[in-house]
């Protein structure tokens, strides 16, 4: 399963575009990156998923560069509301699968 | 609404004791996932069942068990219960289509060991 490292937290200011990066050296070639968002306590809920290069949703986009060790969860001109934790996981969710602490973001008005 | 319910939403017990968390997933999942989150912890992997049959285990403690029934629908045993085992407890689920990586999760169930 491969490791993941985010930044523990981020301030942002409404409007504002918000990327975060998540780095995965060990990423094997089977493994998809996924990004999940929690609230407090609420489940964690899925928020865009990819392979490669970009994939973009109605929420968010993800850049995966060519050798994949690390991807960007772009926020485009978030709000108060998407204060939050944000969580990248890349690997095989049958095995051992963990969550790491994530990056709480804190958007400020 | 993520289509998968938990209940209870609340659990209030003492050491010593036994509950019983139930799990219901989105209609057409095969796959059931256990989380516990402690408070201001990260969210720990305990036990993924697919179509009644056990997948994968994480750290699940020998006094906790969960077993995923013919209608899909899953049960967590928490037995011999700590102080420390007070957390949220979230159940998931997935589509045998979208795979793993894709979880649905319910709104969990907070348990307090008093």
């Known amino acids: 399963l491969a490791k993941t490292t985010q930044p523990i937290s981020m301030d942002s200011y409404e409007g504002q575009e918000v990327n975060i990066t998540c780095s995965h050296n060990?990423?094997?070639?089977?493994?998809?990156i996924t990004w999940y968002q929690q609230f407090p306590s609420q489940g964690p809920r899925f928020i865009i998923q990819?392979?490669?290069t970009k994939v973009t949703n109605e929420v968010a986009s993800l850049f995966i560069p060519a050798d994949r060790k690390s991807s960007t969860l772009s926020l485009p001109r978030v709000s108060l509301s998407d204060t939050a934790v944000y969580y990248c996981?890349?690997?095989?969710?049958?095995?051992?699968?963990?969550f790491g602490p994530g990056t709480r973001l804190s958007v400020l008005p | 609404d993520s289509g998968v319910t938990q209940t209870p939403k609340h659990l209030i017990t003492a050491t010593g004791q036994r509950v019983t968390l139930r799990c219901s997933p989105r209609?057409?999942?095969?796959?059931v996932y256990w989380y516990q989150q402690s408070l201001d912890q990260g969210l720990q992997f305990l036990i993924q069942?697919?179509?009644?049959?056990?997948?994968a285990k994480g750290n699940i403690l020998e006094r906790f068990s969960a077993q995923q029934f013919p209608d899909l629908h899953s049960e967590l045993n928490l037995s011999s219960l700590e102080l420390g085992d007070s957390a949220l407890y979230f159940c998931?689920?997935?589509?045998?289509?979208?795979?793993?990586?894709?979880?649905?999760f319910g709104p969990g169930t907070r348990l307090l060991v008093l």
């Open positions: 998931a689920s997935s589509s045998p289509l979208a795979g793993e990586e894709t979880q649905y």
């Open positions: 060990n990423i094997a070639t089977n493994d998809y």
């Open positions: 990819g392979y490669k």
């Open positions: 996981l890349v690997g095989d969710y049958g095995q051992n699968f963990v």
């Open positions: 209609s057409g999942d095969l796959s």
């Open positions: 069942y697919y179509n009644g049959e056990e997948r």
